[in-house]
């Protein structure tokens, strides 16, 4: 069980929008910097968000990031074929003095 | 450019030990606290261990603790996992991360993984 929620899948089609949600508590994102990570398969997680709603250089503009409380979310606007992926949120945990993630979600395109 | 490189991975039985190593180049080491993160199959992303920069500061997951010791040789410009009892619910991806330079909030999140490498907790 992981410490931040995630939906398990989303699904769109070409150049629709998906929404992933991320909802923690007050220890964590409601304290914290969000980040979001993109893990295609068989390879390495890359960072896709950080800070909330940075968009580090060479990530697509069609990704954005929001935080409002103690839940975040990750928005692909224009899903696009290569973005079947599996995506996860992070922050930091003032209680556990570390790392928490969301258990991800496997997006679609359908 | 930032390379990490894990090795060390491979089958072992159940209660057997493992120690993971992970070579870093191209950037200075002793400047960044280090993570493990790992990916069980059919998993999510779990982060394990981080160690400080002068390797004076750990911390575990509750899920390892006691079992797994995090270390660093600043001079070698190495991180190590050493694994100890482990079970099959430790079979997973395990991944080399550089984290953080002074503290959590000034962090710009993960950017830096190493391939991963893969430890097989089987009888």
């Known amino acids: 069980q992981s410490v931040l929620s995630q939906p398990p899948s989303a699904s769109g089609t070409p150049g629709q929008r998906v929404t992933i949600s991320c909802s923690g508590s007050?220890?964590?994102?409601?304290?914290?910097?969000v980040f979001w990570y993109q893990q295609l398969p068989g390879m390495a997680p890359k960072r896709l968000i950080y800070r909330n709603n940075q968009r580090p250089s060479g990530v697509p503009v069609r990704f954005s990031g929001s935080k409002s409380g103690a839940s975040a979310s990750l928005a692909i606007i224009g899903l696009r074929s290569e973005d079947e992926a599996d995506y996860y949120c992070a922050a930091w945990d003032d209680s556990l003095r570390g790392w928490v993630f969301g258990g991800g979600t496997k997006v679609t395109v359908l | 450019q930032v390379q990490l490189v894990e090795s060390g991975g491979g089958l072992v039985e159940p209660g057997g030990s493992l120690r993971l190593s992970c070579a870093a180049s191209g950037f200075i080491f002793s400047d960044y606290y280090m993570t493990w993160i790992r990916r069980a199959p059919g998993k999510g992303l779990e982060w394990i261990s981080y160690?400080?920069?002068?390797?004076?500061?750990?911390n575990y997951a509750d899920s390892v603790r006691g079992r797994f010791t995090i270390s660093r040789d600043n001079a070698k410009k190495s991180l190590y996992l050493q694994m100890s009892g482990l079970r099959v619910e430790d079979t997973a991806v395990y991944y080399c991360?550089?984290?953080?330079?002074?503290?959590?909030?000034?962090?710009?999140?993960?950017?830096?993984w190493g391939q991963g490498i893969l430890v097989t907790v089987s009888s």
């Open positions: 160690v400080s920069n002068s390797g004076v500061v750990t």
């Open positions: 991360v550089r984290d953080f330079s002074q503290n959590y909030y000034d962090s710009s999140g993960h950017e830096y």
């Open positions: 007050d220890s964590n994102i409601g304290s914290n910097y």
